[in-house]
Every structure is written in C-alpha cells, then in structure tokens.
C-alpha cells in the first residue's frame, strides 16, 4: 500500500514538473543532454535579454532627445619648454655624493582593465558557399574582412525619432548578429584597442552602406551592442555618434551628458546638436591606453643610423613599421583623472611593436652583453642623450605633441618627453628595471631604481627604493645628475608598469 502511495505521488510530481520545466528537461536523461538544455535555456534568456534592451533602447530613442550645446576643446597644458643643457666635461667626471631630492606627489596610474563585451556572448558565424558575401576594408595597409551571409539590409528614412527607433529594430532582428560577431572576432585577431576598433567599425560600415547617415547609425549600433556607451546625435540632416572615454581628450570639442564627457567621432569642431539620452545595460566607457601593439601589416620605413657620441660601439639600425606609425598619426591625446601626468605614462606604457623589437633589441642585447646594469643603463642613457636631434614640438608640429616610443625611432626630431618615454621603455626590457617619469615645469626626466649596482648622486626615495634621476635631454650627464635648472623646480613622480620583453 505504501509503495503504491510513493508511485502515485511520484506521478503527480512528475506531472506537475512537466507544466513547468523548461523544454527539453524531463526528456535528458544523461548529464550531457541536460547541460545541453540548461545550456538552450540560458541563451534563450540572454536572447531574451538583449532583444528585450533593444526594443526598450529603441521606444526611448522615441522620446529622450535634448539639445546640448558644445564645451569648448580643451587644450593641451602648455608650459614654456626647457631647452637642453650640455652637461660640462668636469662635472661628468666630478666625484657624486648621494643626494636625496623632494618630490611633491605620485601619480598612480590605473591598472589597465577588460575590454568592454556584450551583453550576451556574440559569437562569429560564418555561412556556408555559396550563400556568402564578403565585407573588406584597408585598415592602415592591413587587409581585414568578414563573410557574412548578407550584408545588413535597411534604409534610414530620416533623422527624425521613429525613423530612427524603426531602423534600430531592424537592426537588432537578427540579420546583423554575423557581422557584430565577426567584428568581435577581428578585435581580438588583430589585438584592437578601443579606439583601434572604433575606427575599425566605421570603415566597415562603409563598405556595408553608401549613404553617410546609415553608415553612421550601423557603426554606432555594432559599437553599442559590443558593449560601449555611445548615445547618437542629430543636426539637421546630419547624425552622429559620440562616445564617452575615460580620458579627457585634448583638442575636441565635447558635451557633458549627466556629468560625462561625449565626443563626437570625426566632428571635432560641432558646436549644438540634439542628442538622444537613450541607453543600453552595462554600456562601457572607450578608453585610450594600448596594452598590445595592433596586428597591422609590416611596412618598412627608411632605415635610420643612431649613434651614441661617447660610446662609440653604441650604433644601431633602426627602422619600424609605416603603418603602425600612420596609425599613431591619427591618435588622440589625453589625460585620465584630470591629471596630465596620465598622457605621458599611457605612452610609456605602451609597447614597442614586435617588429621594432625584433631589429633594435637584438643589436642592443649584443652591445650591452656582460656588462653590469648600471654600465649598461649609462649607455643607454647616452644613445638617447645624443644619438637624437632635439627640437620643440611648436617648432616641428604647431603644438604639444608626445611620442610613443616607437615614433622616436621614425621622426627625424625629438624631445624631453619623447626621450624619457623612448629610455623607459628601452630600461624596462631590456634591464628589467623598474623607472619613473618626473615631471618637472616644462620638462620631463625619468629616474631609475638599481639592485645591486648603485650609482652616486641624485635620487628620490620612494615606497619601494631609490629611484636615481636620468635625464635623457641633460646631454652627455650621467645617472644621477639633475639638470640644473631643475634642481630648485617641484617634481612630479609618474608611475609607470613593470613591462619587459
């Protein structure tokens, strides 16, 4: 009698499990068939989800527009260059005394953080043949395409809000799942930064509509569903998009949207638009730091002979790629934290490329083979001192304009900052050694910590050691000697990562 009640209960539980178990439930048997269907179940509630987020984005493009005039561009701070200073032969030669200098702060620079992603896991598909088009571009030389089944088909009827809000949920039925997939995929292949990828969405689009307004509202919906903030804007007949960055950027005008700064992209100088308010869940703002050179086709540049004056054997051969240098020249600039000191080390934290590597670094490993850090961190320090013309930037480009360290290589002129930010990164992978930036008033010098060979002279003691000051535009001075002009100036310690190669 009681196995015949267990029997009956066990049936009416199954019944009423049956009502509201997911499809597919009951009928798995084995693990692998019910991961299967937790697996269908859970993408068909991030479906849901992001279908749910659009059709919401696209009823508040309906209602949530508002004029916003412009904030004029910041500009880059400017302070009055300090010229280079020979360093007098009997002061190179004079016996150091260990010298510890103040410093006023330490700037801390962010760790860097994950790209943004999507709300949901997209995932690239390619179609089968013959049912495929191919979507391509020239990415600064670099041939980059995607097949798609077809390419997105709409039309934009106008700038007004249901033109919009329609074309958004044509946009977000499906049809342009393969191609923000794919974009996903060649992010990664090609190691695209934020603005890498930006720039990358844009020209795509091109090649996907002819019409500047469609390109525009496809570039921004694949740079909103990869999980960037980004609201769109409309003057006139004309849309846009604008996006927000952790950096301030120099130089571009903006609008402060609930106390965030938006950018127009490739509209530097709008000054009013109406701008829609609308929003997507978990959007990210862009950011400027490169952590990874992008895979863009090798391009030698001229060859270049850079010799140090005191060190004669110091002679390198250099030569980098050309487009990786076009890809500099169309680089914004900026700050995070309201702190300028930020913009250089995000040069400084950025790598050299592996194909500069692979032609400077072996020269150099063999010119500084057995021979102790800081003797080699001496001639190191000379090369840069003397082996590059110095010139202001308002002289060569009209305006302040910093180097990643690649682009000293490459441009025939450079400066104290362009210097500091080339022998950091050459000190830091090729010594292992940590280095800092000091920012002076008008100058930028660097300081490097030693273990156990340590010079004489100059140096800040900081949290973690001693920090000797090395200044690449004191000319033919070695570590641990402050130019003199600065040895009475406020100094700023800028932090920079511990990369080597």
């Given amino acids: 009698m009681i196995d015949m009640l267990k029997k009956i209960i066990y049936a009416s539980v199954l019944c009423i499990a049956s009502m509201f178990a997911p499809v597919g ?44 005039h412009a904030n004029e561009p910041i500009p880059d701070p400017f302070e009055k260059p300090v010229p280079p200073v020979v360093c007098p032969e009997e002061d190179r030669q004079k016996e150091r005394k260990d010298e510890k200098r103040p410093y006023e702060e330490i700037v801390v620079v962010e760790p860097p953080r994950p790209q943004p992603q999507p709300v949901e896991p997209v995932k690239p598909v390619v179609p089968p043949t013959p049912r495929q088009e191919t979507i391509g571009t020239t990415f600064y030389g670099t041939r980059i395409q995607c097949t798609v089944a077809s390419k997105p088909q709409f039309a934009l009827k106008g700038v007004d809000e ?56 496809l570039m921004a919906w694949l740079y909103c569903q990869s999980g960037y903030r980004m609201r769109l804007g409309r003057e006139g007949n004309r849309l846009y998009m604008l996006y927000a960055s952790t950096n301030i950027i120099y130089r571009t005008n903006f609008f402060t949207i609930e106390n965030e700064k938006f950018y127009p992209y490739k509209c530097e100088r709008l000054e009013s638009v109406c701008i829609c308010g609308a929003y997507f869940p978990k959007e990210q703002s862009m950011t400027l730091e490169m952590h990874s050179e992008p895979q863009l086709t090798y391009r030698s540049s001229d060859k270049r002979m850079l010799q140090s004056e005191r060190y004669a054997d110091v002679k390198v051969s250099t030569s980098v790629n050309q487009n990786l240098i076009d890809f500099y020249n169309h680089y914004p600039t900026g700050s995070t934290n309201k702190d300028f000191g930020t913009r250089w080390a995000m040069y400084a934290n950025t790598p050299l490329s592996h194909g500069t590597r692979a032609i400077v670094y072996p020269q150099l490993q063999n010119l500084l083979a057995g021979k102790d850090k800081l003797q080699a ?79 004489r002279g100059d140096f800040l003691s900081l949290p973690d050691g001693d920090y000797y000051i090395a200044d690449p535009t004191y000319i033919g001075a070695p570590i641990g000697l402050t130019m003199p002009e600065m040895k009475d100036k406020p100094v700023k310690v800028i932090e920079l990562q511990h990369q080597s190669h």
């Fill in 25 to 68: 439930f009951l009928r798995a048997q084995t693990p692998q068939e019910r991961y299967e269907a937790f697996r269908r179940q859970a993408r068909q509630q991030y479906e849901d989800f992001r279908s749910k987020a659009n059709q919401q984005y696209a009823d508040f493009v309906k209602q949530t527009w508002q004029r916003f």
């Fill in 162 to 217: 249901e033109a919009i809000a329609e074309t958004w949920q044509t946009l977000s039925s499906g049809q342009c799942d393969e191609l923000l997939g794919q974009c996903l995929e060649l992010r990664s292949r090609y190691k695209l930064n934020d603005w890498g990828y930006i720039q990358l969405l844009d020209q795509l689009a091109q090649q996907c509509c002819s019409l500047s307004n469609d390109v525009t509202l």
């Fill in 377 to 455: 961190a001496e001639e190191l320090l000379n090369w840069v001192q003397t082996a590059f013309v110095y010139e202001y930037d308002d002289t060569v480009w009209g305006y302040d304009r910093a180097f990643f360290a690649e682009e000293t290589f490459f441009y025939p002129y450079a400066d104290c900052e362009d210097r500091s930010i080339l022998f950091s990164r050459l000190t830091r992978d090729l010594l292992d050694l940590d280095v800092v930036l000091l920012y002076y008033p008008g100058h930028l010098a660097t300081a490097v910590r030693f273990e156990s060979e340590r010079p």
